[in-house]
């Protein structure tokens, strides 16, 4: 059974950093891309930021960019989200997911194989 796990939300002031982290089990990930998708109270869900199955190539949304970082480990079968300069409205249940395929800049665009349970992250003022 595949799993997602996501940890690492919680609760910071406008200016601080959180890193998510994100372990994938019950296979190998080595030929999926995997990304960060968000989703705030009575908005829809949108997409973050994904990586290639290689870790070479990155995309993120323009909202994010510059201050957001994604990153894996393979051998871990883990990826990450580091967030610097939060602000309150990157407050959202985060959630991490899995898609088959190479490179990264088409993972806004696809539904994702795979599903994490969400991660809450609350930016204060």
């Known amino acids: 059974q595949v799993q997602l796990v996501e940890s690492g939300g919680g609760l910071v002031q406008a200016g601080g950093s959180l890193r998510l982290s994100c372990a994938a089990s019950?296979?190998?990930?080595?030929?999926?891309?995997m990304g960060w998708f968000r989703q705030a109270p009575g908005k829809e869900r949108e997409f973050v930021a994904a990586?290639?199955?290689?870790?070479?190539?990155?995309y993120s949304a323009d909202s994010v960019k510059g201050r957001f970082t994604i990153s894996r480990d393979i051998a871990k079968n883990t990826v990450y989200l580091q967030m610097n300069s939060l602000k309150p409205e990157d407050t959202a249940v985060y959630y991490c997911?899995?898609?088959?395929?190479?490179?990264?800049?088409?993972?806004?665009?696809?539904?994702?194989?795979?599903w994490g349970s969400g991660t809450q992250v609350t930016v204060s003022s």
């Open positions: 997911a899995a898609k088959q395929g190479y490179g990264s800049s088409w993972f806004d665009q696809v539904r994702p194989d795979y």
């Open positions: 019950g296979r190998t990930f080595s030929r999926y891309a």
């Open positions: 990586i290639s199955w290689s870790g070479i190539s990155t």
